[in-house]
């Protein structure tokens, strides 16, 4: 999974818990017994992660329909 | 599921069967497929096709009887198609010579074929074609002698010849001047061949011979006959050709060794089961022949050919948006479920196809056959749910907006105040109260008014959620636990003013008697409205739900009719209605879909358009088409001048609900309810109408917004945008995991955006 336009969006994005800006990470998500490793912006510190809107929408709407059909 | 069963509605669906030309044609040339090249001008593409039924091309378009032309559809639309003469043109408008046949590889049988006609012609044509060794007896002097006696004057000795020259590339020997029982015994043929076809059963031999009128065998074991005694056949000349070509199936099986009786019923002239409307058909002459001429030219065969009307059926598919839209019909899409539910690994591209479907059973009541896809568009999502191969997003949102309207801050069963008993038991349905709750304190108020002994309230969902989605064991604990309150009620007379619900329970909870609203307002009178608003002219959008329902379809238009209303019918209406896009829940599994249905109901009609359902109402008046609800215009709240009034959002339905639920145990029984809010609840949120907009959209709801928004503010866990100024946070209270781009403002929270999805963050609900 691509994270398409938030690319870059790490550096404008503050994790309130710890005050520190977030950087890119790399995350697993699942879905349905499924995991995907992906790179998100991600709080170094205590791990909160920003999903774009146009990547959950888009590409991540897209691997969810098609993990639901499989 | 069964196979058998999937066939049953396979069996149904008859799009596929040859239109009537083909059916009709006793060599079944496929006419259709032919006139659709000749009309685009590809002759030659037209002629293979042509060639493909008949042997003799050239012979066989000169002289051809065409029974097919009595059956053709066009006729019921000015003439019938002249398809003889376009069958001529194809053979001289062929624009490259015709290649060279040749047989299959050689098989050691040697056949005899006694007598030049056609019978005998076609039946050495194909026994050659197959590879056998075929040797004619020719009477004559010439082969085609007596094709060019028979047929004189419309048939040209070019053309034989030409034909002819097919029986040199086959290697058919040829024998000349040679007659049966004149020249060479029955008996000594049977000895040196292999088999015998007697194409021309001479006189001495027809009291000796009896023919098998199916696979035109005799008593004698390889000998082979025609020259049957019906005589309209013998005076078919393409009756003739299929007989011949009867006879060469026969021989092949015979020398293979196979069943000569097993599947020939399609052989030879038959009817179809396809239908095909000409209603809307343009009524169109037949094109003439050129002047003095006795065929077609090149441009008049294509004008004949576009008369051709194509046969097909295709009833439910004009009809209906979502058969239309998987680009196929029935039969297709029964294959390509059947194919999904089989399916152990890999996509299962149909699942949109199954939770498409509203449903509604439109299909059923325009099919010739009766068939309702809807009906195995229901089993298959039940038999989905049971493997577990339901996706989770199709019907995830309206389960559990079902979840809440049976939750405990919207249920509610009660007797009439002042009563311990109920006759009758009002149940509004959750989409009215959702939808328009001051009409169901109305209604409400209306009955007890007007029936005695008790009218009892119960404010719940009926279910069709759960049953639509193929959920059927919550479909079936609903439905239980609707029953056991009506049983502790005392089996009161239901009150319906939804015909969902009215479906539901005749077909699962049939002991439960109903009654609908509208048939109380139409026995005891409308109610008196002061200063009422109401149009002078509607159109009915009934119900599908309500397609089954005559009786009910009159009530509303009866009652339509007091309130001085003129009705439109819409073109289709009563048992030929088409649902609004909610049926099924194709809305939830199809929003794009569901769209282009609404689109398509609201734009039948310029009239406004009155339904009696709450989600139909609200649907077309979402899409800006103005729609009454039956009750506003019973209330004289219609007014048929502002724009379409929107209904409630998925948020303000639920609140709906609850207020409703509370606002009648206070008002009616007395009784205060303390409501048990949660933390979140109480948080206030202003929301832009865009965002309003896209939350619908999104269907997320405004406690899913304040959920995250106490998740992030009580555990400070959440984002900054330093480009926006908004503060971002995520929560997974169930399933789903939201987003919301917010900032503080004025006690409350102003929101910028939201937006979801089902993949899980690790620890993202922490
Ligand atoms: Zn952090």
Redesign the interface.
Known sequence: MSQGKGQGAEK??????CGIV?ELGN??????NSK?PIQLPKCPQ??????P?EL??GK??E????L??? | MDHKKIMEFEEKCIQEHPPACNATCPVHVDVRSMLAEIKAGRFTEAFHIYRKSVPLPGIISHICDQPCRSACKRGGAGDAIAIAALEKACVQQMSIPLPKTTPSPRKPERVVIVGGGLRGLTAAHDLAKKGYSVTLFEAGSTLGESLSKNFAAVLPSQVIAEDLAIFDQLGVAIQLNTTVDKDISLAALSQDYDAVFLSTLPSEQQDQLTIDPITLSTEQKGVFAAGSPDKERAASPIGAVAEGRRAAISIDRYLQGVSLTAARENEGSFKTRLFTSIIGVEPLPVVPLGHNRSFYGQEEAMQEAARCIQCQCLECVKVCQYLTHFKGYPKKYIRQINHNLKMI?????A?TLINSCSLCGLCQEVCPEGLHLGELCGLARQEMVTKGKM????HDFPIRDMEFSNGEQCVLTRHQPGHTVSNYLFFPGCQLSASAPNHVERAYAYVTEQLSGGVGLMLRCCGAPAEWSGRTEVFDGELQQIKAQWEEMGRPRLILACSTCGQMFKKHLPEMKTISLWELYDQYGLPEVAGAERPARVAVHDACTSRQEEDLQERVRKILRELGCQIDELPTSRDKTECCGYGGLMQFANHGLADDVMKRRINQSPADYVAYCAICRDNFAGKGKRTYHLLDLIYGEANPVAPARRGPGYSQRRENRVRLKNKLLKELWGEKTVLAENSFATIKLWIAEDVQEVMEH?LILVEDIQKVIEHAER?????????SGH??A?YQPVSVTY?VEYQPENEGFRIY?T?????????GDE
């Open positions: 404008v994005i503050e994790c309130m818990k977030m995350v697993e998500v699942t879905y349905l995907f205590c791990g909160l992660v920003y999903i809107e959950a929408t991540m709407l691997v969810e329909k098609a639901e059909d499989k | 690994k890999g996509r299962h591209e699942n996706p989770p997003s199709a999104r555990t400070g866990k959440k984002l900054f945008n330093h480009e503060y971002l995520y987003w955006n937006y979801s999805h089902r993949m899980e963050i690790p620890h």
